[in-house]
C-alpha cells in the first residue's frame, strides 16, 4: 500500500496473547480410554470394584465408597441368588416357585424406589441410584442368612433349628440395617434422619421375614 512505508512502529508497545509451543506428543497413558483395554480386563476390573463394595458392607462404617463409584450389577446378583433360594419353598402356594421369585424382586427392587423417593422428598443429598446401589448392597448379610439357612434346614427343621435361624437371620438383620443407615446417614438433614431409617427398617424386616418362615417343599 502506497504511504505505508514511512510508518514506523515504536519498540515499547506491548505485545497482547500467548503463544505456546507444543513439547511433544501426550505420552501413551494419557491417551489411554476404557474403551481401547481388552474385554478381559474391563470383567476383571468390574469385579474387583464390585467385590470391594461387598467388603464395605461386611465391615461398615461412615465412607462414601459406595455412593462415589455407584453400580446395579451386586444389587442384581445378590436379587437373583436370593430369589432363587427362595424359590420352591413356600408353604402357602403350591406353583413350582415361579411366584417367590417375583416376589422377592418385586420387594427388593420396588422396596428400594420407595425409600429412594421417600429420602429424595425428606432432602436427600444423594442420587436415586446412589441410594438404590446402596440398600441393594446391603442385601448381603440377608443373602448369607438365607445360605445359611437353607443348610441349617438340610439337617432337618425342628424347635433347634428355628431357634439357630432365627439367632442367623436377627444378627444379619441388624447387620443389613446398621450398614445401609452408615453410608446414607450423612445424606440427610440432621432432624429427618428417623424418618429415613424407620422405612429402611421395614424394608429388611420384610425380607428377613421371608428368609425366616421360608420352609421347603
Not at 435361624?165 to 444378627?171: F, K, M, P, Q, T
Not at 424407620?198 to 421375614?209: A, D, K, N, R
Request: charged share 15%; with cysteine.
Amino acid at each position: 500500500f502506497p504511504g505505508l512505508a514511512d510508518v514506523s512502529i515504536a519498540q515499547d508497545i506491548p505485545v497482547e496473547g500467548e503463544i505456546t509451543v507444543p513439547v511433544g506428543s501426550q505420552s501413551p497413558d494419557e491417551d489411554y480410554s476404557t474403551l481401547d483395554e481388552p474385554v478381559k480386563d474391563t470383567i476383571m476390573r468390574d469385579l474387583k470394584a464390585v467385590g470391594k463394595k461387598f467388603v464395605h458392607v461386611m465391615y461398615p462404617r461412615k465412607s462414601s465408597a459406595l455412593l462415589r463409584d455407584w453400580d446395579l450389577w451386586g444389587p442384581l446378583v445378590l436379587c437373583v441368588s436370593l430369589a432363587l433360594m427362595l424359590q420352591g419353598g413356600s408353604a402357602d402356594s403350591k406353583d413350582d416357585g415361579g411366584p417367590q421369585f417375583a416376589e422377592v424382586f418385586v420387594i427388593i427392587w420396588f422396596g428400594a424406589v420407595v425409600i429412594t423417593l421417600n429420602s429424595k422428598l425428606l432432602g436427600g443429598t444423594i442420587s436415586f441410584f446412589q441410594s438404590l446401589c446402596v440398600l441393594g448392597y446391603c442385601v448381603l448379610p440377608l443373602t448369607v442368612a438365607m445360605l445359611v439357612c437353607r443348610l441349617v434346614l438340610l439337617a432337618g427343621a425342628g424347635t433347634v433349628s428355628f431357634i439357630i435361624r432365627l439367632i442367623v437371620v436377627g444378627a444379619m438383620f441388624g447387620w443389613s440395617t446398621l450398614a445401609s443407615t452408615a453410608f446414607l446417614a450423612d445424606s440427610q438433614p440432621p432432624n429427618r434422619k428417623a424418618l429415613v431409617v424407620y422405612p429402611i427398617f421395614l424394608f429388611y424386616f420384610v425380607i428377613s421375614w421371608m428368609i425366616l418362615t421360608f420352609t421347603p417343599q
